[in-house]
T-cell receptor
Framework: ETGVTQSPTHLIKTRGQQVTLRCSSQSGHNTVSWYQQALGQGPQFIFQYYREEENGRGNFPPRFSGLQFPNYSSELNVNALELDDSALYLC????????????FGPGTRLLVL | QQPVQSPQAVILREGEDAVINCSSSKALYSVHWYRQKHGEAPVFLMILLKGGEQKGHEKISASFNEKKQQSSLYLTASQLSYSGTYFCGTEGIIQGAQKLVFGQGTRLTINP
């Protein structure tokens, strides 16, 4: 068991809508990274949160935003949804040290129609 | 720069061996290996740090050749439970954050 949980497990939205995905990090971990995984592809880094601050961002537009709370849980928000946003969204928690293992949650599968 | 994995897919019979390769055009400081079963989250297998060390977990082991900028995952006497997609992740630092850049994956199918 990794201890990382995500909600919801599945979500269906229409183009233009907004979505919020949630992640609870593993106990003792203060860093959460978010990834987007399209079908048949490897996970793509969206951004990372460390102690409530964004700490690195991948090649995703500003309509992808996030938050981290004092208990280190995190949210990923996506505005103005597009069809290409359909994917599995994974969060991974770690202790924040370099070369540290990241433990993934089960993911949220988002379908945009 | 995304690491390149080969082969893209492998089909084996139970008990056979497999090798999955991961190559990068950039200098590698660490390589992380994960296995993902269909519909599930990636599960951590092992991390290799620069220094060429080989690690093992049961009958799965890996090597890391920093000179060649590549890592290989070895699955010995494969079991049905080894089926899944294997990803290597190479570590990059972006704006101070440890970012894993994943390969496209290698789909491993083990048949009885």
């Amino acid at each position: 068991e990794t201890g990382v949980t995500q909600s919801p497990t599945h979500l269906i939205k229409t183009r233009g809508q907004q979505v919020t995905l949630r992640c609870s990090s593993q106990s003792g971990h203060n860093t959460v990274s978010w990834y987007q995984q399209a079908l048949g592809q490897g996970p793509q880094f969206i951004f990372q949160y460390y102690r409530e601050e964004e700490n690195g961002r991948g090649n995703f537009p500003p309509r992808f935003s996030g938050l981290q709370f004092p208990n280190y849980s995190s949210e990923l928000n996506v505005n103005a949804l597009e069809l290409d946003d359909s994917a599995l969204y994974l969060c991974a928690s770690s202790s924040g040290h370099k070369q540290e293992t990241q433990y993934f949650g089960p993911g949220t599968r988002l379908l945009v129609l | 720069q995304q690491p390149v994995q080969s082969p893209q897919a492998v089909i084996l019979r139970e008990g056979e061996d497999a090798v999955i390769n991961c190559s990068s055009s950039k200098a590698l400081y660490s390589v992380h290996w994960y296995r993902q079963k269909h519909g599930e989250a990636p599960v951590f297998l092992m991390i290799l740090l620069k220094g060429g060390e080989q690690k093992g977990h049961e009958k799965i082991s890996a090597s890391f050749n920093e000179k060649k900028q590549q890592s290989s995952l070895y699955l010995t006497a494969s079991q049905l439970s080894y089926s899944g997609t294997y990803f290597c992740g190479t570590e990059g630092i972006i704006q101070g954050a440890q970012k894993l850049v994943f390969g496209q994956g290698t789909r491993l199918t083990i048949n009885p």
